[in-house]
Nanobody, 123 residues
Framework: VQLQASGGGLVQAGGSLRLSCAAS????????MGWFRQAPGKEREFVAA??????STYYADSAKGRFTISRDNAMVYLQLNSLKPEDTAVYYC???????????????????WGQGTQVTVSS
């Protein structure tokens, strides 16, 4: 599968953005897709994930109540609301064909990664 992330940008604190990830290739057999983010000097961290079949969703504590992951065919979206300066990072989408864990919160759960899209939140 190939992944193309887009939708990042510069926004003021309290604002919103919608990130998109277009999946192409053998999408019909995907198990899940997720979003991660990486700030400068920090490790890549889990944000949200969605199962391809059934649509179950999972969120990091920092994302609950503010971010929403959704899927429409081969597109996966991450709606970012009430953004904070600490949300500033490069956001990556990821995909996997395998079920390695129940909660899809580790980078090791994913095999394919998009190129990342920058989100910058100003105070």
């Amino acid at each position: 599968v190939q992944l193309q992330a887009s939708g990042g940008g510069l926004v003021q604190a309290g604002g919103s953005l919608r990130l998109s990830c277009a999946a192409s290739g053998r999408t019909f057999s995907l198990v899940a897709m997720g979003w991660f983010r990486q700030a400068p000097g920090k490790e890549r961290e889990f944000v949200a994930a969605i199962r391809w079949s059934g649509g179950s969703t999972y969120y990091a504590d920092s994302a609950k109540g503010r971010f929403t992951i959704s899927r429409d065919n081969a597109m996966v979206y991450l709606q970012l609301n009430s953004l904070k300066p600490e949300d500033t990072a490069v956001y990556y989408c990821a995909a996997t064909y395998y079920r390695r864990s129940d909660y899809l919160k580790s980078t090791y759960d994913y095999d394919y990664w998009g190129q990342g899209t920058q989100v910058t939140v100003s105070s």
